[in-house]
T-cell receptor, first 114, second 118 residues
Framework: AQTVTQSQPEMSVQEAETVTLSCTYD???????LFWYKQPPSRQMILVIR??????QNATENRFSVNFQKAAKSFSLKISDSQLGDAAMYFC???????????FGAGTRLTVKP | NAGVTQTPKFRVLKTGQSMTLLCAQD?????MYWYRQDPGMGLRLIHY???????AKGEVPDGYNVSRLKKQNFLLGLESAAPSQTSVYFC?????????????????FGPGTRLTVL
């Protein structure tokens, strides 16, 4: 079965600095998708960024970017110029096209210090 | 557009009671999903549906049943609630976007339902 591992239960970053959250996954599929979701205290799951496995180029969304290493099965999230509003739980997730086997990591709690 | 809504937001049950959680989406999405989130864990897929009238089991289906009688609604039922079913339940819906470069499927989540079983 596919598994997703986030080895950092908690991370802390100073406002305006850069932080990287780690994620590794295990799969025998060649075509899949990887996601980073943000969950603030409101509990709402918010999609931060998506990466298609068939794309070699790393996805970016404004201050958020990923380092996708397909051979190493690694998918890290970099947050640049961290803001207080970035404080949340971050979940790494894996899925195939119809998401019928979606797997989430245990999450990393990010604290942003002013 | 309301997006994905869940009813109720909170519920407390006694062991053995039954209840139904309702998920509704107004985006005409084909796919719908039910997840549970437990402390220290990410979301785990309970059941999903790829279209009206169809349902299938996910990673943790035991103790739950689902129905998708209408495209916009996906119901999650607990026939005999157990304390192990205390959790936050999330519904999601998604649409398969087919592009020239490939396809992708983006899930939209509801706000969650906190269920406590005593």
């Amino acid at each position: 079965a596919q598994t997703v591992t986030q080895s950092q239960p908690e991370m802390s970053v100073q406002e305006a600095e850069t932080v990287t959250l780690s994620c590794t996954y295990d799969t025998s599929e060649s075509d899949y998708y990887l996601f980073w979701y943000k969950q603030p205290p409101s509990r709402q799951m918010i999609l931060v960024i998506r990466q298609e496995a068939y794309k070699q180029q790393n996805a970016t969304e404004n201050r958020f970017s990923v380092n996708f290493q397909k051979a190493a099965k690694s998918f890290s999230l970099k947050i640049s110029d961290s803001q207080l509003g970035d404080a949340a739980m971050y979940f790494c997730a894996y899925g195939v096209l119809i998401m019928n086997d979606m797997r989430f990591g245990a999450g990393t709690r990010l604290t942003v210090k002013p | 557009n309301a997006g994905v809504t869940q009813t109720p937001k909170f519920r407390v049950l006694k062991t053995g009671q039954s209840m139904t959680l309702l998920c509704a989406q107004d985006m005409n999405h084909e796919y719908m999903y039910w997840y549970r989130q437990d402390p220290g864990m990410g979301l785990r897929l309970i059941h999903y549906s790829v279209g009206e009238g169809t349902t299938a089991k996910g990673e943790v289906p035991d103790g739950y049943n689902v129905s998708r009688l209408k495209k916009q609604n996906f119901l999650l039922g607990l026939e005999s609630a157990a304390p192990s079913q205390t959790s936050v339940y999330f519904c999601a819906s998604s649409y398969l976007y087919r592009l020239q470069a490939g396809s992708y499927n983006e899930q939209f989540f509801g706000p969650g339902t906190r269920l406590t079983v005593l």
